[in-house]
């Protein structure tokens, strides 16, 4: 299967404009299958997580490095779905061979990013456990004028809702022009700036959605491996 133009949810708004290349799908996989992913990471061993400020994380494939990422196995768990995205040609014919799994409570977040070019410009998210809010802004944007918050927030371009079980990718410009966080809240409240909207559950504008513990799954081709660390000294 591959991943079409017309036919995989392209991401269309009545309200905002958003380039190409951003791609939803609801109900990705199932509720059998968000549970034995979130059962898996949970029954991971302790030192497969690192622990940051504001979250916690798994990475599994390897740890890509600029000088090339020394390659693992994926545990099957994780490979089928990696397997599942190449088949659709999400990443130019390659085959997925990195998974990063990020936990974020109620509450937590990341700033705006970019992936960054040891990455195929492709990002795949699964989402599981529940919604967010996932902004996207341009490199450039600005921060709420007059805004008395000594750490005001940048201003999203728009917003994409995550629900559970859904799929996410960003492609191409989208990946490579844009930044992308989630904000520190523990709600989100639903505005016309949420671009895959009419592709949701029913919602109505100004409703507020409590968030719980999130768990997403960002499928990613690293294209520089390496054999052993030797290669990164």
């Known amino acids: 299967m591959s991943l079409d133009m017309n036919d995989s949810f392209k991401v269309v708004s009545d309200y905002i ?5 951003i791609y939803y799908v609801k109900n990705f996989i199932d509720a059998n299958e ?10 991971s061993p302790k ?28 545990p099957q768990w994780l490979e089928k779905y990696a397997l ?26 990341i700033m705006p990013h970019e992936d960054g070019p040891l990455f195929y410009p492709t990002v795949a998210t699964i989402n599981t456990g529940s919604h967010t809010l996932l902004d996207f802004y341009t490199k450039n944007s600005q921060t709420v004028e007059g805004d008395a918050d000594p750490n005001p927030q940048r201003i ?7 629900e559970p079980r859904s799929l996410v990718i960003s492609q191409r410009d989208a990946y490579e022009s ?3 966080g989630i904000r520190e809240v523990k709600s989100d409240v639903i505005t016309d700036r949420i671009a895959n909207l009419y592709l949701c559950d029913s919602h109505v504008i ?11 799954f960002t499928i990613r081709f690293v294209p520089k491996v390496v054999k ?5 000294k």
Request: aromatic share 8%; glycine share 8%.
């Open 84 to 109: 599942k995205l190449s088949q659709m040609n999400a990443f130019g014919g390659n085959t997925a061979n990195h998974v990063l799994i990020n936990e974020y409570a109620s509450g937590q977040g």
């Open 178 to 180: 844009y930044l992308h």
């Open 228 to 232: 052993n660390l030797l290669f990164l």
């Open 17 to 21: 404009s958003i380039p190409e290349n």
């Open 206 to 216: 100004g409703e507020e959605l409590e968030r719980s513990t999130r768990f997403s």
């Open 156 to 162: 999203p371009v728009f917003s994409i809702l995550l």
């Open 47 to 74: 030192p497969k997580w690192t622990v940051l400020s504001n979250r916690r994380l798994q990475n599994w494939g390897g740890l890509p490095h600029p000088k090339g990422m020394v390659r693992q196995q994926l």
């Open 34 to 43: 968000e549970r034995c992913l979130i059962d898996n990471v949970l029954s």
